[in-house]
């Protein structure tokens, strides 16, 4: 069973107010990815690390959404101005190599409502 | 980029039949193939990975079947139980990717009594 920890479990904001979600990898879990699964079960990936640094992130990340994974502390991802359409699961998986044969371990998501 | 297809959306099976997903992907070069499960509430549990050419893997009531030749993916539930309901994903690590997974679009699953 996976132990990535993601906090909290649900989250409601109104339009334009900011979200914040956190995540603490698997013990020993360098790489950390955030996904996001909308109502209609589609996957969109938005930035993974490696330890610290960003190794992918795609446009939408870059705009209005930031992550970070300082040592010692857990694993962020904030939204600056959320929107109706941010509405969705949001994913944190670990995983215990950079190479790519290594398999992502999910938490239970924290579950976004924009209001 | 990669597409990975998964069929079929919805599945409803007596208890104690077999129930069969497929997925089909495009990237020849796709490299980790992983199933997925989703029940309410919950993040995703890995059932199984396969990376093999030609797989299969046997886990606890399943099977799963990797054919690269034709690109598909299968997943098998030999007797399907109620605890089997859930949402399934296959996934899969395109040679363009990183590391990042692209996702099936998801099963449906309903085992009845």
């Known amino acids: 069973n996976s132990k990535v920890i993601q906090t909290p479990r649900y989250l409601v904001k109104g339009q334009g107010q900011k979200a914040k979600m956190r995540c603490i990898p698997e013990?020993?879990?360098?790489?950390v990815f955030w996904y996001q699964q909308n109502k209609n079960n589609e996957f969109k990936f938005l930035i993974n690390f490696q330890n610290q640094e960003v190794l992918q992130q795609i446009d939408m990340t870059e705009k209005r959404f930031s992550a970070e994974c300082p040592s010692n502390s857990p694993c962020s991802l904030e939204i600056q101005s959320s929107e109706a359409g941010d509405s969705a699961l949001y994913l944190c998986?670990?995983?215990?190599?950079?190479?790519?044969?290594?398999?992502?371990?999910f938490g239970p998501g924290t579950r976004l409502t924009v209001l | 980029g990669e597409q990975v297809e998964q069929r079929p959306p919805h599945l409803s099976v007596r208890e104690g039949d077999s129930a069969v997903i497929i997925c089909t992907y495009t990237d020849p070069n796709s490299y980790y193939f992983f199933w997925y499960k989703q029940e309410p509430g919950a993040g995703l549990q890995l059932l199984m990975k396969v990376f093999s050419s030609t797989e299969i893997n046997e886990g606890q009531g399943f099977t799963v079947l990797l054919n690269k030749k034709d690109k598909q993916l299968s997943l098998n539930l030999t007797a399907a139980h109620p605890g089997d309901s859930a949402v399934y994903f296959c996934?899969?690590?395109?040679?363009?990717?990183?590391?990042?997974?692209?996702f099936g679009q998801g099963t449906i699953l309903k085992v009845y009594l």
């Open positions: 013990k020993g879990h360098p790489v």
């Open positions: 996934a899969v690590t395109p040679s363009s990717s990183g590391q990042k997974l692209v």
């Open positions: 998986a670990s995983s215990l190599l950079g190479g790519r044969y290594a398999e992502q371990f």
